[in-house]
C-alpha cells in the first residue's frame, strides 16, 4: 500500500558552503517523488503521537490512527478521499496535523539515520535548563512553541523539527512554515526554541506539508526548509549527558506506555515527581512530593510484578512482552489485488529490558548509566512496510508492528 509524494527541499535556505551546518548528502538535490508506504507512516504516527508523559490514556496507543486508512485515495499518489476531505474544520485539522508530523518524520528517519526521538516539550520540562541550552518558556502555539521534535542520529548529532500539515493549498502552507523575518514567524521561529552546541548541533529543519484531494488538479506535496538559527549558544560537552538522558527516558517511557506499562512509563519518564521537571524542594511540598515519588515507585514494581499478564511475542527473532488486538475494519481495503477486513497492531518491550528495569531502583541519575539496558534502544529507529504490514523497531527494545487480515 503505497502512494508517492513529491518532496522538495530548498537548498537555499541552508548556510553557505563553509558554514554549519552543511546540506546532508542524503537529501534531494531537485524535487523528487517518494514512495511513502502508508502504514508504515501511519505506525510512525501512531508511536510519536503517543505523549512521554502523560497521566492519563492517550487516544492513539492503538485504534485512533486506524482509520487513516480509510482516509487515503485509491491512486498512484497521496491525496486524501472526499470523505475525509469534507470532515468538519476541527477533524480535518488533526489529520493534517498527524499527517503533517509522520510524513516527515518518517522520511527523516531514513535520510538523517535518527536513532531516538523525543517530543521537543517533555526535552525542555526535562532537562533544556539543566543542559544549559537555549530555551524559551514553551507556547502552546506561535512563535516560542517548543519545537515537536528533538532527535539525536547515529552519530550522535542533535537535530530539531518543526512540522506543519494543511488541507488548504500549497500556498497556506508556506505561510505555515514562515519566514526568517524579523520577526520569526511560523515553523522557522519555533524550530530556533532549543539550540545545541557546536560539535552537536546538527539540522534545524520546518517542514510543511500540504494534502490534496482525490480528483484534484494539485499534487500533494512534503517542502523542508533550514532557515539561519538564532545566535549559538555554546554548552558545555560534559552537560550533554543530560541531553542524552532526557531522550533516552522520553522514548523508553513512551515505548512502554505502548506496550502495556503505563506506571513504569510514568516513573521513567518523571522520576522526581508529577513531572519531569519536578525537583526537591522544602517543607510540606518536599514531603508531598516524596509521597507521590514513592507512590510511582510501588505501582511501577506492582505493574512489573505482573509482566506475565502481558502478550509474549517474537519479532525478527527477539522475545517482547507488550500487547496486541485485532481490529474490524468499517470496510474492506484493498491491499493491491489482496482484500483485508481486518488488522492486528502488536506493541512491545523487549524482555531483556523489562528484566533490567525491574531489578534497578527508580532514580533520578541519568538513565542511560543507571539502567544499561536503556542503550538497547540506540541502535536507530527503523520504519519499514511492505504488501503485508509493517514495522517500527526501535533497537531492540521496542517494536510496533501491523498486520493485514483476511
Request: charged share 25%; proline share 7%; hydrophobic share 35%.
Amino acid at each position: 500500500m503505497e502512494r508517492r509524494l513529491l518532496v522538495s527541499v530548498d537548498r537555499t535556505t541552508w548556510p553557505q558552503a563553509s558554514s554549519y551546518p552543511t546540506y546532508p548528502a542524503s537529501f534531494n538535490q531537485f524535487p523528487e517523488f517518494w514512495d511513502v508506504n502508508i502504514p508504515a507512516m501511519l505506525l510512525t504516527i501512531g508511536f510519536l503521537t503517543t505523549p512521554s508523559h502523560s497521566s492519563g490514556v492517550s487516544l492513539s496507543e492503538f485504534w485512533a490512527w486506524v482509520r487513516y486508512l480509510h482516509a487515503v485515495a485509491p491512486d498512484q499518489e497521496l491525496r486524501l478521499t472526499k470523505a475525509f476531505f469534507e470532515l468538519d474544520p476541527h477533524q480535518k485539522t488533526i489529520l493534517s496535523d498527524d499527517f503533517g508530523m509522520g510524513a516527515p518524520m518518517y522520511w527523516l528517519a531514513r535520510k538523517l539515520n535518527l536513532g531516538q526521538i523525543a517530543d521537543g516539550r517533555y526535552f525542555i520540562d526535562r532537562v533544556a535548563a539543566t543542559v544549559g541550552a537555549v530555551a524559551a518558556k514553551p507556547k502552546k502555539r506561535g512563535p516560542g512553541k517548543s519545537p515537536d521534535f528533538v532527535a539525536r542520529d547515529m552519530n550522535g548529532i542533535w537535530h530539531v523539527v518543526e512540522c506543519k500539515g494543511t488541507q488548504t493549498s500549497g500556498e497556506y502552507r508556506a505561510s505555515q512554515i514562515g519566514t526568517v523575518g524579523p520577526p520569526a514567524t511560523g515553523a522557522v521561529a519555533q524550530k530556533q526554541t532549543i539550540q545545541f552546541p557546536r560539535g552537536y548541533s546538527g539540522q534545524r529543519l520546518a517542514t510543511g506539508l500540504y494534502l490534496a484531494v482525490e480528483n484534484s488538479p494539485y499534487s500533494s506535496g512534503l517542502h523542508i526548509v533550514d532557515p539561519p538559527g538564532d545566535e549559538e549558544f555554546e554548552v558545555e560537552a560534559d552537560q550533554m549527558v543530560f541531553a542524552d538522558d532526557a531522550i533516552a527516558r522520553a522514548v523508553g517511557a513512551r515505548s512502554l506506555r505502548l506496550a502495556g506499562f503505563p506506571a513504569t512509563s510514568s516513573i521513567i519518564s518523571a522520576p522526581m515527581g508529577v513531572s519531569p521537571s519536578s525537583r526537591p524542594t522544602t517543607g510540606k511540598y518536599e514531603q508531598n512530593r516524596r509521597e507521590i515519588v514513592d507512590e510511582k515507585q510501588a505501582r511501577a514494581n506492582e505493574e512489573l510484578k505482573n509482566r506475565g499478564d502481558r502478550e509474549t511475542f517474537q519479532s525478527e527473532g527477539q522475545p517482547y512482552r507488550g500487547r496486541k488486538v485485532t481490529i474490524s475494519l468499517p470496510a474492506p481495503l484493498w491491499i493491491g489485488r489482496r482484500m483485508s477486513t481486518a488488522i492486528t497492531v502488536r506493541y512491545g518491550v523487549g524482555r531483556h529490558f523489562l528484566e533490567e528495569i525491574r531489578s534497578r531502583p527508580f532514580e533520578n541519575d541519568p538513565i542511560q548509566e543507571t539502567i544499561p539496558a536503556i542503550r538497547e534502544l540506540q541502535p536507530g529507529t527503523r520504519v519499514d512496510g511492505d504488501a503485508r504490514g509493517a514495522r517500527l523497531h526501535v533497537g531492540k527494545s521496542f517494536v510496533a508492528d501491523l498486520v493485514f487480515n483476511k
